[in-house]
Each structure stands twice: as C-alpha cells, then as structure tokens.
C-alpha cells in the first residue's frame, strides 16, 4: 500500500519532521512523508540537538527521492543549533506537480561516530484548490 500525502485539509502551513540519530550509520535514508500534488515546499533543515562526530564527515542532504539533495547539499551536523536548507533558493523542486516523498539522506566518515540525534523538518504549503 502506498503512503497517503499528508494533508491536513486545512490552509495553513503543514510540516514533515523526522527524528535523526548516529546510530542508524552512513546512508541511512530517512522518509519524511509524502506531500501531495500542487504543494510548495517552504523552508526546511535540521535541529541537531546532540553533535555529531564522526572524524572526518557529518553531513545531511535532504530532497525528494527523485532528487535526493534537491532542497539541501552536505547540512553541516557538527554544531548543536538549527541548520536551514540551503538550496531552496535555486531549488526545481519547490513546486511539487504530484504526490512527492520527501526524504533526508546522512553521510558520516572517518572513526565512527559515537554521539549525534536531531530532527529534519520540511514545511509546505499544500494545494489551495483542495479546500474548494
């Protein structure tokens, strides 16, 4: 079975957010939701509440699952605070012509990391003809 959008049936701003953590190791992919068709995608990043510290690489890309880094490219995780998207600006994925999972990709190299958690979150806002 196929995961429903998420909608609210609401005209207001919805969000996607997932919790991210060291533990599930480099190239773990994250699925935030699905958000439906004629959506535009806001803004969007991560909270990391606990650094991440693998030696060398502790970095997150979010987009969709056609375009795996199309919202943010290598979001910094070794800091504790908030981190934005920082592709949103030339982003050709804001509009979203159908239903569009939304994912979060976590890459980490050198010594394994022993600390990092945090949480991804993208805001949209859905179809306005929905609520017609």
Do not use: Q
């Not at 880094?69 to 159908?98: C, H, Q, R, W």
Request: charge should be negative; aromatic fraction near 8%; charged fraction near 10%.
């Amino acid at each position: 079975m196929a995961t429903p959008a998420t909608d609210l049936r609401l005209p207001a701003v919805h969000f996607l957010r997932v919790p991210i953590s060291y533990a599930d190791l480099t190239g773990k992919v994250y699925t935030l939701g699905v958000i439906p068709a004629g959506s535009l995608v806001l803004r969007g990043g991560v909270c990391v509440t606990t650094v991440f510290n693998a030696a060398t690489t502790n970095v997150l890309d979010i987009g969709t699952s056609a375009d795996d880094d199309g919202f943010a490219t290598d979001l910094a995780l070794g800091t504790v605070g908030v981190i934005v998207v920082d592709e949103m600006a030339t982003s050709n994925d804001a509009y979203v012509t159908s239903d569009t999972t939304i994912t979060a990709t976590l890459a980490m190299s050198g010594t394994a990391a022993t600390t990092g958690a945090g949480f991804v979150w993208i805001e949209y806002i859905p179809n306005p003809a929905l609520y017609v």
